[in-house]
């Protein structure tokens, strides 16, 4: 069955994409020079610190969580985060980075050791989302890896 090969393969490139993040994010923050790092890359914005902060928050607060609900529980109901709103409460520009891109490398490791063997309908099992209504396990992750290249490109850039 050619399709359900090709599916596995996408899945499998997704979950390596997955578990890459962590060392791309820190290799985008690494290149950004220390003294730019407290800077706002754009006027108004954030500055690559709170890009950093923000992206571990995402994946702690919302997509980790998601993931353990979709394979524990049939049919949940997961819950919206407020980013910005958890930003203005628990940023900390002095923070160190380090700590930062370890919580975010620590929650791709466990998401990494919660879909490495997951079966083809473990990708499929469902949760309802307020914004995003039912969405697959699937979906989820792909969302996080698109959530964090985004940021990625933006700490390029």
Do not use: C
Not at 4 to 26: D, I, K, S, T
Not at 36 to 42: I, K, M, Q, S, T
Not at 125 to 141: A, E
Not at 144 to 152: C, E, G, L, P
Request: charge should be negative.
């Amino acid at each position: 069955m050619p399709q359900r090969e090709e599916l596995h393969e996408y899945r499998r490139r997704l979950l390596e994409r997955y578990a890459a993040q962590p060392g791309e994010l820190r290799a985008a923050y690494a290149a950004i020079p220390p003294e730019a790092r407290l800077r706002p890359l754009e006027r108004g914005g954030w500055t690559p610190h709170q890009v950093l902060a923000h992206v571990r928050d995402v994946e702690l607060q919302a997509f980790l969580p998601r993931i353990e609900r979709l394979l524990a529980e049939e049919d949940p109901a997961l819950s919206d985060f407020d980013e910005g709103a958890w930003m203005d409460a628990h940023y900390d520009p002095d923070e160190s980075h380090q700590a930062i891109l370890e919580a975010f490398t620590a929650a791709r490791t466990r998401g990494s050791g919660l879909l490495r063997d997951l079966s083809p309908e473990g990708w499929n099992r469902v949760g309802r989302h307020p914004l995003f209504g039912r969405r697959t396990l699937q979906w989820w992750v792909e969302y996080a890896v698109s959530h964090a290249q985004d940021h990625i490109l933006q700490l390029r850039a």
